[in-house]
């Protein structure tokens, strides 16, 4: 059974940082490209940022582009999405998704397997 498990979430004061983690079990993530979405309330669920899957590539939105990085430890079936400057408008569900491909994928339609979510609040 494949499960991808989020965490990291917290409530952060803006301009603040948190570090998400995706930790999968069941599959073993250097066959698979990955992906951070986030859904905040009221609203769709929107690409975040992708990573390949042997890490050569990336993509972020533009939104948290400069201020997100997102990682892979392959050995440790692990992908991070680092959030630095979080601003409120930040505050969302965020998701990590696996698919089955090299490349990153940006649409929500190209992944495989998706977590349960990590809640992230950016508040004074």
């Known amino acids: 059974q494949v499960q991808l498990a989020e965490s990291g979430g917290d409530w952060v004061q803006p301009g603040g940082s948190l570090r998400l983690s995706c930790a999968a079990s069941?599959?073993?993530?250097?066959?698979?490209?990955m992906g951070w979405f986030r859904q905040a309330p009221g609203k769709e669920r929107e690409g975040v940022s992708c990573?390949?899957?042997?890490?050569?590539?990336?993509y972020y939105a533009d939104s948290v582009k400069g201020r997100f990085t997102i990682s892979r430890d392959n050995a440790n079936n692990t992908v991070y999405l680092q959030m630095n400057n979080l601003k409120t408008e930040d505050t969302a569900v965020y998701f990590c998704?696996?698919?089955?491909?090299?490349?990153?994928?940006?649409?929500?339609?190209?992944?495989?397997?998706w977590g349960q979510g990590t809640q992230v609040t950016v508040s004074s």
């Open positions: 998704a696996a698919a089955r491909s090299g490349l990153a994928r940006q649409k929500e339609s190209q992944y495989d397997y």
């Open positions: 069941g599959i073993t993530l250097d066959g698979y490209a």
């Open positions: 990573i390949s899957s042997d890490d050569t590539g990336s």
